[in-house]
């Protein structure tokens, strides 16, 4: 059973820069999506990223290019660097991993079967 562990989460003003980190228990191959969803109170998840084992990425278009995803072979696994954060990026942030089965990694969030506890980013106006 792999777990995932987010940290980095806490509180900035609007303009400012979080690093999440994301550390799994076991080692997670390139047969494996990673991706970063985030989630606000009685909202459903929303995709951030998604990293295939090749290392392709896919963003969702409403992030203007403000965030950067890492994928490592060693701890931890993901990161993601969040920059010219705005009070909207308020959310719980989760890690995630799902079994790539040929079709990509997609931000879908029933993709994933691997979910981290997340870590809160709040951002201040």
């Known amino acids: 059973q792999v777990q995932l562990e987010e940290s980095g989460g806490g509180s900035v003003q609007a303009g400012g820069s979080l690093r999440l980190a994301c550390a799994s228990s076991?080692?997670?191959?390139?047969?494996?999506?990673m991706a970063w969803f985030r989630q606000t109170p009685g909202k459903e998840y929303e995709g951030i990223v998604s990293?295939?084992?090749?290392?392709?990425?896919r963003y969702a278009d409403s992030l203007g290019g403000r965030f950067t995803v890492s994928r490592r072979n060693a701890r931890p696994i993901l990161e993601l660097q969040m920059d010219m954060l705005q009070p909207e990026d308020t959310a719980k942030y989760y890690c995630?991993?799902?079994?790539?089965?040929?079709?990509?990694?997609?931000?879908?969030?029933?993709?994933?079967?691997?979910w981290g506890q997340g870590t809160q980013v709040t951002v201040s106006s």
């Open positions: 076991h080692a997670i191959g390139q047969g494996y999506c």
């Open positions: 995630a991993a799902g079994i790539d089965r040929g079709g990509g990694c997609w931000l879908l969030d029933h993709q994933y079967i691997y």
């Open positions: 990293v295939e084992g090749n290392g392709y990425t």
